[in-house]
């Protein structure tokens, strides 16, 4: 049995993480948040007695030393991160703060005995791509935007303490994920949500910018096979589906599969932060996974089938 932390695992993926790891496993998981975009409602469906949530905030030493140094994790996922497009963007000091969070957890890991650390990055650190789809092996550092700035430093603080003091590590690289429990923040489940109410559904510019989109259980299914498998250690993990569709397609499809009445209302294009297109080459996360992704269609039907549950933060 293994001591985990997952830090911001009141969010969306984290929550997910900690529910597959305690309903399935005997590990021990304390989760740490600070709840700027968590929600503990998000863990109520976890069964498990070894569960232990912590409100605590990775960017204040003392708030997360007195978590690590009193526990001695053998694995850490460090997921907490300032998340959602225009919250980052609103918030750009915020976002870089988070440099502190990544130096915090790996100076705890080292001095704690910490076997992995586990690093939620993100497809952002690709910027507007220079090759289609993108590979782990290129990372161009052509974006502008400090959340993308703070995930290629996390990246760049891994390999460095890796090289210096053996701290074994894995970068996901994670891509639109989607799911039950999800933040409205998001595309998805902002079209599903408003499809469910017959709502107009807005699209910034012509909608012909791509995407892909991960359904939660493939995410997962994938990072806990890196984990219990000791597969890319010391490595980085493009997470995502490479199906790729427009965001107009995207619109178009979820008004299928809910019958809804929804009409398409095209809005002023972002002036940034939205890339014209995203797709991911998954090689390695098809070795992971041993099985085909769902595809978006299936996954907007699970979402509906479960009742349509998304949070405001």
Same mark, same amino acid.
């Given at each position: 049995?293994?001591?985990i932390?997952?830090?911001? #695992?009141?969010?969306?993926?984290? $929550?997910s993480?900690?529910e597959?790891l =305690?309903?399935? &496993?005997s590990?021990?998981v304390?989760v740490?948040?600070n709840?700027l975009?968590g929600d503990?409602?998000?863990?109520d469906?976890?069964?498990?007695?070894?569960l232990?949530?912590?409100?605590?905030?990775?960017?204040n030493?003392?708030?997360?030393?007195?978590?690590?140094?009193?526990y001695?994790?053998?694995?850490?996922f460090?997921?907490?991160?300032?998340?959602?497009v225009?919250r980052?963007l609103?918030?750009p000091k915020?976002?870089l703060?988070d440099i502190?969070?990544?130096k915090n957890?790996l100076?705890?890991?080292?001095?704690?005995?910490v076997?992995?650390?586990?690093?939620?990055?993100?497809?952002?650190?690709?910027?507007?791509?220079i090759?289609?789809?993108q590979n782990e092996a290129t990372?161009?550092?052509?974006?502008?935007l400090?959340?993308?700035v703070?995930?290629?430093v #996390?990246e760049a603080f891994?390999? $460095?303490y890796?090289?210096?003091?053996d =701290?074994d590590? &894995?970068?996901f690289?994670?891509f639109?994920?989607?799911?039950?429990?999800?933040?409205?923040d998001f595309?998805?489940?902002?079209?599903?949500?408003?499809?469910?109410k017959?709502?107009?559904?807005?699209?910034?510019?012509d909608?012909?910018?791509?995407?892909?989109?991960?359904?939660?259980?493939d995410?997962?299914?994938a990072?806990?096979?890196s984990?219990e498998?000791?597969?890319y250690i010391n490595d980085?993990?493009n997470?995502g589906n490479?199906f790729?569709v427009?965001?107009?397609?995207l619109?178009?499809?979820?008004?299928?599969?809910t019958?809804?009445?929804?009409?398409?209302?095209?809005?002023?294009?972002?002036?940034?932060?939205?890339?014209?297109?995203?797709k991911p080459?998954?090689?390695k996360m098809?070795k992971l996974?041993?099985?085909?992704?769902?595809?978006?269609q299936?996954g907007v039907?699970?979402i509906?089938?479960?009742?349509?549950k998304?949070?405001?933060?």
């Open positions: 049995m293994a001591k932390l997952i830090t911001g #695992g009141a969010g969306f993926i984290g $929550s993480l900690a597959r =305690l309903n399935t &496993t590990h021990q304390v740490v948040d709840l975009t503990t409602r998000r863990l469906n976890i069964k498990s007695d070894s232990r949530f912590i409100k605590a905030d990775c960017n030493f003392q708030d997360i030393s007195s978590v690590m140094l009193a001695k994790f053998d694995y850490v460090h997921y907490a991160a300032v998340v959602g225009q980052t609103d918030n915020m976002v703060e502190i969070g990544i957890v100076d705890l890991s080292k001095n704690t005995d076997k992995r650390v586990f690093f939620a990055s993100s497809s952002e650190v690709y910027g507007e791509p090759e289609h789809p990372t161009p550092l052509n974006s502008r400090p959340y993308a703070v995930k290629n #996390g891994l390999r $460095s890796k090289q210096e003091f =701290l590590y &894995t970068i690289r994670f639109n994920t989607y799911g039950p429990k999800q933040s409205t595309v998805m489940s902002k079209f599903i949500a408003a499809a469910s017959d709502e107009d559904i807005t699209i910034f510019g909608g012909l910018q791509t995407r892909t989109f991960c359904f939660v259980d995410n997962i299914d990072c806990l096979s984990f498998h000791g597969h980085t993990v997470i490479d790729e427009t965001v107009l397609q619109a178009k499809i979820i008004i299928d599969v019958g809804s009445k929804s009409k398409l209302i095209h809005l002023p294009a972002l002036k940034e932060g939205d890339m014209k297109k995203r080459d998954i090689e098809r996974l041993g099985r085909d992704l769902l595809p978006i299936e039907k699970r509906l089938e479960n009742g349509v998304f949070y405001g933060k």
